[in-house]
Structure formats: structure tokens, C-alpha cells
């Protein structure tokens, strides 16, 4: 099989100028045997500090809206 994590409505929120979080939506996508199915949705609440000049992610949450 094949996946696909499909990331959307980002949204940022600058807490300042060295700190950041982002809400998004993920929809995995299951490719078998020619047919494409939804395997789960959720949402990532991510928390990113800038480390120099990147921008690292210090946390990662992902919750989904049901078990599978």
C-alpha cells in the first residue's frame, strides 16, 4: 500500500519573534489495489523555536479525531 499524509488550513500564530505555533489538518490517504480511502483525520498542534536561523519544532501534537 501507499499513504499519503495530506497537510492543510494551516494557520500561524507568532507568539514572538522567537516562537511560534501552528494548527493544521491531516487526512491520510490509503492507496490499495487502485482504490483510495481515508485512513484517519486529525490535527497538528505544532511549537517551533527559531534555533539560529531555522526554525526547529520543539513539540508536535497530533490528535486524531478517531482510532483506527
Given at each position: ?35 483510495v ?17 531555522r ?14
Amino acid at each position: 500500500d501507499q499513504r499519503r499524509h495530506v497537510v492543510t488550513n494551516v494557520t500561524l500564530e507568532l507568539d514572538d519573534e522567537t516562537e511560534a505555533r501552528t494548527t493544521s489538518v491531516l487526512t491520510l490517504l490509503v492507496v490499495e489495489d487502485d482504490t483510495v480511502r481515508v485512513q484517519a483525520t486529525g490535527v497538528y498542534r505544532d511549537h517551533f523555536v527559531l534555533d539560529g536561523d531555522r526554525w526547529r519544532i520543539r513539540e508536535r501534537v497530533l490528535r486524531l479525531d478517531a482510532h483506527y
